[in-house]
């Protein structure tokens, strides 16, 4: 069955760095489209980030152009959000998420229990 | 990029149909056919119900429908059941390859 499991989350001051994973099994992770969906606290979900099957197309959110960076490895079956410059509006649970097709925006079919990232002083 | 309108809240009693509006723009919902809606249970991961408008993806009842006309999309569900008591987003394709979701509806099944 399919599985996607993040890590990474925990606390950070703002202006600092973190980085989150994201191991998928259960499906070719090769073929699809990955996505970032974030929710902060008592708020909405809010797409973040997609990354093509192939790791070329990568694109953002106006709210985290510039600061963070979406990269997959396809031999390891993972997915990375590199979050830099990071502010205390960025405080959310964050999950991966899988798009239904590979270069797709057609919808998520598969997401992951999501890990923490407060940003805080 | 702008978030969809959703109502914060509907309700209806079990047995009842009941819909739920995704409100966009020309730019996203009205140009696209590409709206996606999502069911949310308390502590779980959202589960897929609708994509690309009105399709459903294996194994989500038939109860659940999805439509759009002009700048907004519905999701309706018949013959509503206490398990469907849950929050429900919308999600449209918003044109330079991103996404808007809306704010989120709150089912209560009375």
């Known amino acids: 069955q399919v599985q996607l499991v993040e890590s990474g989350g925990g606390v950070v001051q703002p202006g600092r760095s973190l980085r989150l994973s994201c191991a998928a099994s259960?499906?070719?992770?090769?073929?699809?489209?990955m996505h970032w969906v974030r929710q902060a606290p008592g708020k909405g979900l809010e797409w973040v980030a997609f990354?093509?099957?192939?790791?070329?197309?990568?694109y953002y959110a106006d709210s985290v152009k510039g600061r963070f960076t979406i990269s997959r490895d396809n031999s390891k079956n993972t997915l990375n959000l590199q979050m830099d410059s990071l502010r205390a509006e960025d405080t959310a649970v964050y999950y991966c998420?899988?798009?239904?097709?590979?270069?797709?925006?057609?919808?998520?079919?598969?997401w992951g229990q999501g890990t923490l990232v407060t940003v805080s002083s | 990029q702008s978030a969809l309108t959703q109502p914060a809240s509907v309700s209806g009693s079990p047995g009842q149909s009941i819909t739920i509006s995704c409100t966009g723009t020309?730019?996203?919902?009205?140009?696209?056919?590409?709206v996606s809606w999502y069911q949310r249970h308390q502590g779980k991961a959202p589960k897929l119900m609708i994509y690309?408008?009105?399709k459903r993806p294996s194994g989500v009842s038939n109860r659940f429908s999805g439509s759009k006309s002009g700048n907004t999309a519905s999701l309706t569900i018949s013959g509503l059941q206490a398990e469907d008591e849950a929050d429900y987003y919308c999600?449209?394709?918003?044109?330079?390859?991103?996404?808007?979701f809306g704010g989120g509806t709150k089912l209560t099944v009375l």
């Open positions: 998420a899988k798009d239904l097709y590979s270069r797709g925006w057609y919808g998520f079919d598969y």
């Open positions: 690309e408008g009105s």
């Open positions: 999600c449209s394709y918003a044109g330079s390859s991103t996404l808007a």
């Open positions: 259960g499906f070719t992770f090769s073929s699809y489209g």
């Open positions: 990354i093509s099957d192939d790791g070329i197309n990568k």
């Open positions: 020309s730019s996203d919902v009205g140009s696209y056919n590409l």
